[in-house]
């Protein structure tokens, strides 16, 4: 999978899905990810677990921008996190997570990493914990993608949240579903971030992350 380095903050760039130049045909329907020319960097074992999964991945994604250099492949990460149950399939087939406080448990326990979940965590002390040398999978609605229109929700996907702007006033994100490469590393006011957030999140050391 393609991956870039952000001169913002240094940290690795990684999307869900294997071509980054797919994303936005994909996310919107016009493309079939099972299709997608590069679906083994993802480390798939088959193209249809790759085309069943890639959706639901963006807090492994997460976790892999997280890890830094290193880190497991999106799929390696897929099947650790299955086994600690962060993700779950129920019995109509639906696929269910990331699941924060199995992921965590997975994080600490398999790859040393001081991982705390944040079940309630306002919009200001996603600031506090950046400025603690913290990083943070925040959940927020996938429509961040298109900050220029009304937020529809809060929450259902997630983000990973890597610095303050440099003026203070927001935050600097990467996005596992980004279209582009302004909405894959991008920076918004925190009370527009806010309008996506939804009050939950997990947070990571930011010590083992770029490169």
Known sequence: MTSTTCGACGHSSHTQFASPDLVGPIVSGRFDRARDPAWRQSGAATVEDYARWCGHLCGATCLRMALG???????????????????????????????????????????????????????????????????VIASVHYAIRRPHEPAPGRGGHLVLVTARTPDGSGYHFHNPSGTDTTTRTADLPVARFEEFFAGRGMSLPSSPCGD
């Open 69 to 135: 250099p290193g880190a497991p492949s999106l799929f390696e990460l897929r099947d650790g996190a299955l086994k600690f149950g962060a993700y779950r399939v129920d019995a109509e087939g639906e696929i269910r997570g990331m699941i924060y406080a199995p992921a965590v448990e997975y994080v600490r326990e398999v790859h040393g990493v001081d991982a705390a979940v944040h079940r309630t965590l306002r919009a200001d002390e996603i600031g506090e914990l950046l400025d603690a040398g913290r990083l």
